[in-house]
């Protein structure tokens, strides 16, 4: 089993006639992944589409660096 990374990732989306900044940490493999897990957490969230969303950076972050709630379980179940 590969072991998942947290990353903290950066960028805006429209929302309506405004741009709207957000930053996510999310548990995933790679990049890529982390960009798909963002991408359908704000389709889900606001109803937009991967057209209307724009990443601007994605990092990987160490465990003590997650704020995020739902990161900071997903890394501790992965430890088990």
Do not use: C, P, W
């Not at 990353?7 to 405004?18: A, L």
């Not at 957000?22 to 890529?32: G, I, M, N, R, T």
């Not at 897990?37 to 704000?42: E, G, I, K, M, S």
């Not at 724009?54 to 997903?74: F, H, L, P």
């Amino acid at each position: 089993m590969s072991s998942n990374q947290a990353y903290q990732v950066e960028g805006e989306f429209q929302m309506g006639r405004v741009r709207q900044h957000f930053v996510l940490q999310v548990v995933a493999k790679d990049e890529k992944a982390a960009a798909d897990r963002v991408h359908a957490t704000l389709g889900s969230r606001h109803g937009v589409t991967r057209r209307q969303v724009s990443i601007a950076s994605t990092k990987a972050i160490s465990g003590d660096q997650v704020t995020d709630a739902g990161a900071k379980v997903e890394l501790r179940h992965q430890k088990k």
